[in-house]
């Protein structure tokens, strides 16, 4: 007699190889003693998913059409041969812990009034993703969803119905509308609704479904003690104008089967609002970028420019009366200041992503150009070389100030000094794996039990170093360990990897790496002159009590000052390697398992001072 699996997987796939098969890899490790069947449903993808499926999961019962039939059909196909208890749509950009079918079975039987459930999600970067509970989308919350109100008032119960903003994601709770990502259903609760509508090409099946449970009398519910990772969007890509269109097409066709054709109409005019809405943001960010940036500099400038005029004028040029004439105030002045924007801008000083001296670069060929003009220009149209230093040097420290605070925010970014690419493996077995890596990657490795025991240090490890990537080698530290290791450094700004078992292949969100080839070597940085003054000025700002437990720890003196400046001596620094003030060792208890001296070269060559102002304020709140 045939034994009845407890859950039937159905995962639908669209040219995403590399994510099934993690996917699949953590389903099956998820199973623990469970009797499951998996179905993958691949859409005509053209790249190796149907081989990869055969080659690697002989055991998944794979069904390979040859033409994209959208998410319902695809589904349905095999939702019709599964024979289960319960059946689970799964995403294939996901992965889900050892737990997740003792967590979820568990609930279904503790809750027999439920229908379906879904689950906590959790993106690539460990962030809670708010669409895995959602309350039912009238015409209003739809409103308050497209509008873009909701931001507004997360917390409200009314404005932010549609992600239920009024109840907490760590609580399970009873919901309207399950995410189509992760979507748990009785066998019997399918069959009765008939499985999912397939007028749906993609986006509002699981809402449809979802309601179609409650108007059966069953209940929805989410589950907040156990999640799944949802790399989000690497089948379709959300944000764009299409799927605007797309998910509130969909919506339109949802409110005109349940809630009359008059709310379609409605629906029509927000796809209309949505996509122009979309299009507009998108235009600003980019007029913000490459118009905002360059006239907000070049005000800044002209506003050095005007002071330095105005305190040559009554100080130097005009002591006993008199003053510059018109034309110079609002037409030569202007023009230096435009000459010195149009410098940085030729120079690469306004791009998103620019080298750390290309808005100096930009100036001093601005200045250049200044001065011959100046050279060229009849004596009487001569009016002050120093007003032209003076005001170029205003440029230069306002440059300085302005790319930090626009680093800081994000709004740029600059590219590193270096090839190194700074990597954290967090494994089990650090010999399994890094003699396999390529050299161009400064590699250290962590034993996911220091990230449980040490979470404050490695905290402040990870914002000094750095790291171009965290990876979490599945083959030997468990999904349920990655899962919680992520949502507890998701403050961290970096890209996290998972690497595919058994092979040198890394998948993050909107990224897939394959580590097995290249070469380069570290070289030896030469500490930049500009980060010991940077060193100098924060060391002063300690002497003078701003962070009065870091000067005490370490007893900071003025004398600290002279030998900075002389080269003998750097605030942040590595054992004996350098000699320094503070000496990272001592802030990062054992901190031989965290920090390679590699990653400090990469600090001090990648420096940022508001970078070095937060590690002092972390270290100051005396948590180490």
């Known amino acids: 007699m045939e034994v009845r699996p407890d859950i039937s997987v159905v995962i639908v796939s669209y040219n995403v190889c590399h994510y099934l098969k993690l996917c699949l890899d953590s389903v099956f490790k998820a199973a623990n003693g469970h009797g499951i069947e998996v179905f993958v449903v691949d859409n005509a993808s053209s790249d190796d998913s149907v081989d990869m499926v055969k080659q690697n999961f002989p055991q998944v019962r794979l069904i390979a059409n040859s033409q994209n039939l959208g998410f319902s059909r695809a589904n349905n196909i095999a939702l019709k041969e599964a024979k289960g208890a319960y059946h689970l749509l799964l995403n294939p950009d996901t992965i889900v812990p050892e737990t997740i079918f003792d967590t979820c079975l568990k609930i279904m039987k503790e809750?027999?009034?439920?229908?379906?459930?879904?689950?906590?999600?959790?993106?690539?970067?460990?962030?809670?993703?708010?669409?895995?509970?959602?309350g039912l989308p009238t015409p209003r919350v739809s409103f308050f969803k497209i509008t873009g109100l909701y931001r507004l008032f997360p917390g409200s119960a009314v404005v932010n119905k549609?992600?239920?903003?009024?109840?907490?994601?760590?609580?399970?709770?009873?919901?309207?509308?399950?995410?189509?990502?992760?979507?748990?259903?009785?066998?019997?609760?399918?069959?009765?609704?008939?499985?999912?509508?397939?007028?749906?090409?993609?986006?509002g099946e699981d809402i449809d479904f979802s309601y179609q449970i409650l108007r059966k009398g069953y209940k929805n519910f989410y589950i907040a003690e156990d999640k799944i990772l949802h790399f989000k969007g690497e089948?379709?890509?959300?944000?764009?104008?299409?799927?605007?269109?797309?998910?509130?097409?969909?919506?339109?066709?949802?409110?005109?089967?349940?809630?009359?054709?008059?709310?379609a109409f409605f629906y029509n005019i927000l796809i209309s609002i949505g996509i122009i809405f979309t299009a507009l943001i998108a235009a600003l960010k980019r007029l913000i970028i490459s118009l905002g940036l360059p006239v907000f500099e070049f005000l800044a400038i002209y506003a050095g420019f005007w002071y330095v005029h105005d305190y040559w004028e009554k100080n130097h040029r005009f002591i006993s009366g008199g003053e510059y004439p018109d034309v110079y105030v609002y037409?030569?002045?202007?023009?230096?200041?435009?000459l010195l924007v149009t410098g940085v801008l030729l120079s690469g000083g306004y791009k998103?992503?620019?080298?750390?001296?290309?808005?100096?670069?930009?100036?001093?060929?601005?200045?250049?150009v200044i001065l011959i003009l100046y050279a060229l220009s009849p004596e009487n149209w001569r009016f002050s070389r120093a007003i032209i230093v003076l005001g170029t040097l205003w440029a230069f420290l306002w440059s300085f100030i302005y790319r930090n605070v626009l680093l800081s925010l994000n709004i740029i970014e600059i590219a590193k000094k270096t090839t190194l690419l700074s990597t954290v493996l967090i494994t089990k077995n650090p010999d399994s794996l890094t003699n396999q890596l390529p050299k161009n990657l400064s590699v250290k490795c962590i034993n996911p039990e220091v990230v449980k025991s040490e979470l404050p240090q490695l905290k402040l490890f990870f914002l000094i170093a750095q790291p171009d990537y965290v990876v979490f080698d599945s083959d030997t530290v468990s999904y349920r360990e990655s899962l919680d290791i992520l949502e507890k450094?998701?403050?961290?700004?970096?890209?996290?990897?998972?690497?595919i078992p058994t092979e040198n292949v890394f998948v993050g969100t909107g990224e897939i790496l394959n580590l097995s080839s290249g070469q380069n070597k570290l070289e030896s940085q030469k500490i930049p002159v500009i980060k010991l003054i940077y060193d100098f000025l924060l060391t002063l700002l300690i002497c003078f009590g701003f962070f009065p437990k870091v000067k005490a720890r370490y007893n900071v003196k003025f004398d600290h000052l002279f030998e900075i400046l002389k080269?003998?001596?750097?605030?942040?620094?590595?054992?004996?390697?350098?000699?320094?003030?503070?000496?990272?060792?001592?802030?990062?208890?054992?901190?031989?398992?965290?920090?390679?001296?590699?990653?400090?070269?990469?600090?001090?060559?990648?420096?940022?001072p508001l970078h070095s102002l937060r590690i002092l304020r972390l270290m100051d709140k005396d948590i180490f």
């Open 111 to 134: 809750h027999p009034e439920v229908g379906a459930a879904g689950i906590r999600m959790i993106d690539g970067s460990g962030h809670f993703l708010p669409e895995s509970k959602r």
């Open 162 to 203: 549609y992600y239920l903003g009024n109840t907490s994601p760590l609580e399970n709770q009873y919901v309207e509308i399950l995410a189509g990502a992760f979507m748990l259903v009785k066998s019997e609760v399918a069959e009765e609704i008939g499985y999912l509508p397939e007028e749906y090409f993609m986006y």
């Open 235 to 263: 089948s379709t890509k959300k944000g764009t104008l299409n799927y605007v269109y797309v998910f509130y097409k969909a919506m339109a066709l949802f409110s005109a089967k349940y809630f009359g054709k008059g709310n």
């Open 331 to 338: 037409g030569i002045l202007p023009l230096y200041t435009v």
């Open 352 to 368: 998103r992503h620019q080298k750390a001296n290309s808005a100096f670069r930009g100036l001093l060929f601005g200045f250049v």
């Open 489 to 499: 450094l998701s403050t961290i700004h970096t890209t996290f990897l998972f690497k």
């Open 567 to 608: 080269g003998n001596m750097l605030l942040f620094g590595y054992g004996n390697a350098q000699k320094s003030i503070v000496d990272i060792n001592t802030v990062i208890n054992n901190s031989n398992n965290l920090l390679p001296i590699e990653t400090l070269y990469e600090f001090q060559v990648n420096f940022n």
